[in-house]
């Protein structure tokens, strides 16, 4: 597609649900990243891909958290069992490659409250 | 710990002020510098810097790099309502499992009145 896209936009889900966001990168593109904004914060590292293997998981924040990546395309980042301070934007970005030189863009973001 | 620090956190302008955002940081075998405009959710990409002393343009925007103090800037001129987001600094650093983290600064969220 023309940009980084995620579904769902938005989503309310009662505390101790499971949720999956999904991210669709840009055609091409290699290297896949997931970042969480809370509400008046910066953004938080979660996990890149390049390809479909996961070389760096170390901003996760529990095992609550986990993500995977087939066909070198859409990655699922899936929270079990969420709790109220998962709320928060989750952003994924896209670039042809990891590493310098290659421009990170964004999607819009999924927005996650949970009740 | 790595880490990006950037300044003024929050800003109030009007039409046609010039401002400059300050981004320092503090990060292991240091790659590139990019900044961010963020108005709503999605961050949008403005200039990546990896060398020293070099000035990127577009348009009213301009930024440079200082390897050796650790810092960059990003300069506005005229600025318009439409400038109003909030701008976000982040670096890239090199090495090990960690090629694909950007450390992100906590961003500076620029108002610019009519």
């Known amino acids: 597609g023309a940009g980084v896209s995620q579904s769902p936009s938005n989503k309310v889900t009662e505390k101790g649900k499971d949720v999956e966001l999904r991210c669709d990168p840009i055609s091409g593109h290699t290297a896949l990243y997931w970042y969480r904004q809370r509400l008046g914060q910066g953004l938080e590292f979660l996990i890149y891909f390049q390809g479909n293997s996961a070389p760096d998981k170390s901003g996760l924040p529990s095992d609550r958290f986990s993500a995977e990546r087939t066909g070198e395309s859409v990655s699922t980042l899936t929270i079990q069992r969420t709790q109220q301070e998962d709320s928060a934007v989750y952003l994924c970005a896209s670039s042809l490659s990891a590493g310098v030189g290659y421009t990170i863009y964004f999607g819009e973001g999924s927005w996650l409250t949970v009740v | 710990e790595d880490k990006v620090v950037q300044s003024p956190l929050s800003l109030v302008v009007h039409e046609g002020d010039t401002v400059t955002l300050n981004c320092s940081y503090e990060?292991?075998?240091?790659?590139?510098l990019l900044w961010y405009k963020q108005e709503k959710k999605a961050p949008t990409f403005l200039f990546m810097l990896?060398?020293?002393?070099i000035e990127k343009k577009s348009g009213r925007l301009s930024s440079i790099l200082d390897k050796k103090e650790l810092f960059s800037i990003l300069n506005i001129t005229a600025t318009q309502t439409g400038d109003s987001a909030v701008y976000l600094c982040a670096v890239e650093a090199r090495g090990g499992g960690s090629q694909g983290n950007l450390i992100f600064g906590k961003g500076t969220k620029l108002s610019v009145k009519p």
């Open positions: 990896t060398s020293s002393g």
């Open positions: 990060v292991t075998n240091f790659r590139s």
